[in-house]
């Protein structure tokens, strides 16, 4: 029931769903109208502004994975899709004390392909304004600075990180906690727009992989090994990065996205690599595998205690307000439950510069 709400909203939402699991977020995505739910006990209904593409989520969650935490898609009667988002508070239910209606949140979970959202107090985040790049700060962010600065930190000043797919969205958000922290960054991605943007903010060596050899300009460049690489591709990316990583080198293993379902059946690698569990065994059961004095880190969230996120995410938030943090949001542009489904599919491409986002 609610306490407060905003006058004049609409009787029905519009949402993502999907009603069975399948081989892609389109053959899965529906458009389901249903009646604009009060919020209940602690609870607060949100219209969504900006909802964020994510790497991993969409790609797992529509196909209920049987070794992710979406495999309960596989027997489910309907799940909702959506992992982040940003927007405007219209109802507060009993017992919310930090959220009145009209404040700006953003919130992370399951849902935000909507045009309103009933969530709890608990998984919203106030901000200044409901934006395309407070999305951009809400995960992709949040997951770079821990991992960076909790898991396999912090950072030294000189060390030399390595970031892959670093013009993505949590790629570039590793690249510039890197660089603040005072490390020297190489920077791999696949195109030009995106090296020249990671070499504007200042990067140290751009590899463009479609152009140089990793292995290669690793080998000879950085013979002392890179000190901390932040790696969400996989593959034999993976493998030339873990080949030159340094005597005590650690790697935050943040993804793997070329070996994905989208690219490889769902029936998973038969083996590992270089010595490492298979890539979605090591991401997620979150293992941590010691090779010499290595370490990679399956889970990059493992550093950080649950009641530590909410600073790591205002410092970000600071630092994006201070200007000394940029939030990067691709410029193509994508709007409405209609058009979800070619956002995720336009990120899968590799195209994006930055955080591909849809506004509601
Ligand atoms: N652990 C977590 O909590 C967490 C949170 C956020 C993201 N992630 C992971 O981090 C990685 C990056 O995710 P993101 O959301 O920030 O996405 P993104 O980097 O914005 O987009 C994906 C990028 O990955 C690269 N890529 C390489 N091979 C690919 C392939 N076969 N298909 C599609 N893309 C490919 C492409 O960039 P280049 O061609 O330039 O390399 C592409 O632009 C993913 O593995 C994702 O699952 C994990």
């Known amino acids: 029931m609610a306490n407060s709400t905003e006058t004049c909203l609409p009787a029905t939402l519009r949402r993502l769903i999907g009603r069975k699991v399948g081989p892609s977020f389109r053959s899965v995505a529906e458009i389901e109208e249903v009646p604009l739910e009060q919020p209940g006990h602690d609870q607060v209904l949100l219209r969504i502004a900006y909802a964020g593409v994510n790497g991993g989520c969409e790609t797992f969650r529509c196909r209920g994975s049987s070794y992710t935490p979406f495999a309960a898609n596989q027997k489910a009667e309907k799940f909702v899709l959506g992992a982040e988002a940003s927007g405007t508070v219209v109802a507060v239910g009993e017992g919310v004390e930090t959220l009145k209606v009209g404040d700006a949140v ?25 934006s395309a790049e407070a999305v951009v700060l809400t995960l992709s962010g949040l997951t770079a600075a821990v991992a960076l600065k909790a898991t396999g930190g912090p950072l030294k000043a000189g060390e030399r990180a390595l970031v892959t797919a670093a013009g993505g969205a949590t790629g570039h958000m590793g690249v510039q906690l890197a660089l603040l922290a005072g490390c020297h960054v190489v920077a791999v991605c696949g195109s030009e727009a995106k090296a020249k943007r990671l ?89 941590t595998v010691h090779i010499g004095d290595q370490t990679v880190y399956g889970n990059v969230w493992s550093g950080a205690k649950r009641q530590d996120i909410p600073a790591f995410r205002r410092e970000l938030f600071d630092l994006h307000e201070e200007g000394r943090l940029q939030a990067w949001v691709d410029s193509r542009r994508f709007h409405g439950v209609e058009q979800v489904s070619d956002a995720i599919e336009y990120m899968l491409t590799g195209q994006a510069v930055g955080k591909v986002i849809v506004s509601f």
């Open 199 to 287: 070499r504007d903010l200042g990067v140290h060596r751009v590899i463009n992989y479609r152009e140089e050899d990793v292995g290669e300009v690793l080998r000879s460049e950085y013979p002392e090994g890179i000190d901390v690489a932040y790696e969400g591709v996989g593959g034999p990316l993976r493998d030339a990065v873990l080949d030159n990583l340094s005597k005590r080198g650690r790697m935050l293993v943040v993804g793997y996205i070329s070996e994905y379902p989208h690219v490889k059946p769902d029936d998973g690698e038969a083996e590992g690599r270089r010595g490492l569990p298979p890539a979605q065994e090591l991401f997620w059961q979150g293992k």
């Open 106 to 130: 953003t919130c992370s979970g399951s849902g935000g392909f909507a045009e309103y959202i009933t969530t709890s107090q608990r998984s919203c985040f106030p901000v200044k304004e409901a």
